[in-house]
């Protein structure tokens, strides 16, 4: 399969080495190499079985645009721009293309937010208030994280209750940590994940574009990550 990388930082550079460590061609766009989704146009892209985005906000909708307008199939690992999930789900299946997307591609954390919606049901009317607190390296964009408010919006809708607060944290080079917790008057429950390094990220994001090749439409990879 020949796959191509958008974005070249930490974890663009590591979705590479694992795509070729599974036995993958690789081509890596950094963003000097791509300005205004440039270098995406019909014939490039068609010329591989899935792209990869780790960019920026601002690129990847751009990125979006170019290579879903040809039927491309796309991975999404940049947060920060949902507010456009709409309009890309819209171009994905009118072109015929394939969009898999999430907030985070460990399948560590899938098995968080599954835990959390567990945790928020069983906790529902017993007297808990819940909290969101992560931590992320000084150069992450958005804050919360895409999963930070992921896990809110799962919690807040297994619990029925109001808007969750998140507190953010930027911090060196810091990987990722997400902390939930659910307190009483009686005790406190706390559902923590951390991550080690991005290699989590960069193997579920790999896997889901193995995955994709031989599909369209769109996908939420928290809905299909155990058929990975």
């Not at 766009?29 to 990869?52: H, M, Q, R, W």
């Not at 937010?113 to 000084?138: P, R």
């Not at 810091?174 to 991005?198: K, Y």
Request: net charge negative.
């Amino acid at each position: 399969m020949r796959i191509l990388v958008l974005g070249h930082g930490k974890t663009g550079k590591l979705v590479a080495d694992v795509a070729h460590e599974r036995g993958h061609g690789v081509h890596v766009l950094d963003a000097k190499e791509n300005p205004s989704a440039a270098a995406l146009t019909a014939p490039f892209v068609a010329g591989f079985d899935v792209v990869i985005d780790f960019t920026t906000p601002e690129a990847v909708l751009e990125n979006m645009r170019a290579c879903l307008a040809v039927g491309a199939k796309m991975v999404i690992g940049t947060t920060g721009w949902y507010e456009k999930l709409g309009e890309m789900r819209g171009l994905a299946e009118r072109r015929g293309a394939g969009l898999m997307y999430g907030t985070n591609y460990s399948i560590g954390v899938q098995v968080m937010l599954d835990l959390a919606e567990k945790m928020g049901a069983s906790l529902k009317n017993a007297g808990y208030t819940f909290s969101i607190s992560e931590t992320h390296h000084v150069s992450k964009l958005d804050a919360p994280s895409g999963t930070a408010i992921t896990l809110g919006e799962i919690v807040e809708e297994a619990a029925e209750i109001d808007e969750i607060a998140i507190e953010s944290k930027r911090e060196g080079d810091a990987t990722g940590t997400h902390v939930l917790v659910a307190r009483s008057e009686a005790d406190t429950l706390t559902l923590t994940h951390e991550a080690f390094s991005r290699r989590g990220f960069a193997e579920g994001a790999v896997r889901a574009a193995e995955w994709l090749s031989t599909r369209s439409g769109c996908y939420d990879f928290h809905e299909v990550y155990t058929e990975l």
